[in-house]
């Protein structure tokens, strides 16, 4: 059966028993499961995206979901880094109970509840295409996948198949990795829902947009952040990190400034790249930049491709919404655009993610499913990417794991916010140190108000932040006598939700410095 012609016709109503978690929340046992699209790309900030506020980024499709559905305005990740994301993502658990603690990590455990293996049990089809970084191929926990192997290539990537040969593809590869999403659901049978992640490399450095997309914001002179030239008094893990544009970001591997581009590439994109960036270089040569104008000219030069991917990526998701509409499937087909984590924009005058603060803890995440969730809505509550299986599930009417350590938030989206109990403080735990950027370990927790930090290992100190006075997070108040009482709840509660997920790294420093 065509599927446009199969999204009008009632096909397998759930029973009472599977469909009971959603009738909950929803009160609508005639509704079908719905499909569900998980798009997932890497590194986008949510200060990147326009629906966040960003007048001159250019992400209408993104705010198309955000517009006809929901858009989580404090939706914070747990670890700040691509490959443990991703491990939570399908856990539902902390690093430390997954096991996926950092990107050196080689292998991810697929021998525990893994959300996707539910969905499979409740009827589900599931799949992967795109960036997966996890190592072990996901065999058991998916139906099917296209995977890249590690973080892929900008064009012409390698990718994975199901069969566990690896071939190349010809492209762009966020457009091959939408090609693939488009052809896994036209294969779908029509009386089966499907679950897919569509796992995007962009916005990951080093920041290659599509060659239509190149030198799209070459007009634009982006304002220097407010916090570009922070000096990092009183927080020494800030002082102490390896991740500026000034001193970090290289000039030919990040902004390829005198880069060659061969091998991989065809004869097209070759002179294409070669041409747009020939260009740069020669202007980059000519004006002998040292000091300040130097740094400020990688700034906006980063700016400009980062931008430009994220334009590329932008219009990608736009294709496979059209598609969508055009076979019919929208209507009953869940979308949800999500990052990995966060990431700087030459906030506090760096790049890449990995502190709690926030610019790296917050990421984007928006929701659309039409006729339960209210277009235009804004959701404002503390919600992690624990968060995100649970909710997946309670979608598809599924079982949740008890050992998930997260909380559907489906209540949140169809209920009145003020009569569902929810969180007040969400916890973060970082480990990957000291390469590649010297962020030293750290765990702690944000509230509405106030963020908590405790970095251990070559440091052992503590941060506490007033959100409200000081959102660029630059004045660390520990010691004020203002803060006496603050700090000291913050610290019960760092150890309440320590005890709660089981943290024993955490519990175990603590315990060290006679601080539990």
């Known amino acids: 059966m065509n599927r446009k ?13 599977a469909f009971s978690t959603f009738g909950q929340h929803l009160d609508s046992f005639k509704r079908k499961r719905p499909n569900i699209v998980f798009i997932f790309s890497d590194d986008h900030a949510y200060q990147a995206i326009s629906a966040y506020g960003n007048t001159l980024a250019q992400t209408p499709n993104i705010d198309r979901i955000a517009n006809e559905g929901v858009i989580l305005k404090n939706q914070l990740v747990t670890n700040s ?5 991703r491990a939570t993502l399908l856990t539902g658990k902390y690093s430390h109970k997954n096991g996926f603690k950092t990107n050196e990590n080689p292998n991810f455990d697929l021998n525990q509840a893994i959300f996707t293996k539910e969905l499979q049990k409740a009827g589900y089809n599931t799949a992967w295409v795109g960036k997966w970084h996890l190592g072990t191929l996901p065999t058991e926990a998916l139906n099917y996948f296209k995977i890249l192997p590690g973080q892929g290539h900008y064009y012409n990537p390698d990718f994975i198949h199901n069969n566990g ?6 492209g762009y590869v966020t457009d091959v990795i939408t090609t693939f999403a488009k052809e896994f659901i036209e294969q779908q049978e029509t009386d089966k829902p499907f679950f897919l992640v569509v796992g995007h490399k962009a916005t990951h450095r080093e ?60 004869p ?73 984590q966060g990431f700087y924009l030459g906030e506090h005058g760096w790049f890449d ?24 809505s804004d959701l404002q509550n503390l919600i992690l990417n624990i968060d995100w299986a649970p909710t997946v599930l309670d979608l598809a009417g599924a079982t949740i794991p008890s050992d998930i350590q997260g909380s559907s938030f489906l209540p949140l989206l169809v209920n009145n916010e003020d009569s569902v109990q929810w969180r007040d403080a969400g916890y973060y735990h970082y480990y990957e140190f000291p390469q590649p950027h010297r962020v030293h370990p750290h765990f702690g927790i944000r509230t509405d108000r106030y963020k908590l930090v405790r970095f251990y290992g070559e440091l052992n100190n503590w941060e506490l932040f007033d959100l409200q006075k000081d959102p660029n997070e630059l004045s660390n108040v520990i010691d004020h006598p203002d803060y006496r009482a603050v700090r000291e709840s913050l610290r019960g509660k760092v150890r309440e939700l320590i005890l709660k997920y089981e943290d024993k790294e955490a519990e175990e420093v603590l315990r060290a410095a006679g601080e539990i």
């Open 353 to 376: 993610k990995r502190f709690i603060y926030e610019e790296s803890l917050k990421t984007p995440f928006v929701l659309r499913y039409p006729g339960v969730v209210k277009p235009g």
């Open 268 to 340: 097209a994109q070759e002179k294409a790249l070669s041409d747009y960036y020939s260009k740069i270089s020669k202007e980059f040569a000519e004006k002998k930049l040292e000091g300040k104008e130097l740094v400020e000219w990688k700034y906006q030069r980063y700016l400009r491709d980062y931008l430009s991917t994220a334009k590329s990526l932008d219009r990608n998701v736009g294709e496979l919404l059209d598609y969508l509409d055009e076979s019919g499937l929208a209507e009953n087909t869940v979308v949800i655009y999500a990052s990995d």
């Open 81 to 85: 880094i691509c490959g443990p994301s």
């Open 5 to 17: 012609i199969y999204s009008y016709v009632l096909a397998g109503l759930l029973s009472g028993v």
């Open 165 to 170: 040969d690896t071939v190349r593809h010809e």
């Open 207 to 266: 920041w290659m947009p599509d060659i239509q997309d190149l030198g799209a914001f070459d007009s634009v002179n982006f304002p220097i952040p407010e916090t570009f030239y922070d000096d990092y008094e009183g927080r020494e893990a800030a002082k102490d990190q390896d991740m500026t544009i000034d001193k970090t970001m290289v000039l030919r591997q990040d902004l390829k400034v005198g880069q060659v581009f061969k091998g991989r590439y065809t």
